[in-house]
């Protein structure tokens, strides 16, 4: 009995280093993700990223619409890993 009430009061031992953990993890950044990043900046992903907006935003504005944005998602997803691919492996021995 003594011993839970001293984790009641204290919490349990753990938790802090959960918490030291997950803090450390937040801190980690990708690096597939800073290459997906710096490969958006490219033109040709940037024109197919423009045409995936434009179709959001023209689907998004009608109350009932059929057409999707599928070709040009997919369009600007290619163009990104093409990208991300040829400096990936490039860089890869």
Known sequence: MVFEEKMIMNGEPEDEEEEEEEEEEEDMVDPIE???QK??????????????EQCETRVGS?????????EELF???????????????????
């Not at 009608?62 to 599928?70: G, I, M, Q, V």
């Open 62 to 70: 009608r109350s009932a619409t059929e057409e999707d944005c599928t």
């Open 34 to 36: 800073a290459m997906r």
């Open 75 to 93: 369009d600007f997803l290619h163009a990104r890993d093409h990208c991300v691919a040829h400096k990936l492996f490039h860089s890869v021995k």
């Open 39 to 52: 490969c958006e900046e490219t033109e040709h992903c940037a024109h197919t990223r423009e045409r995936l």
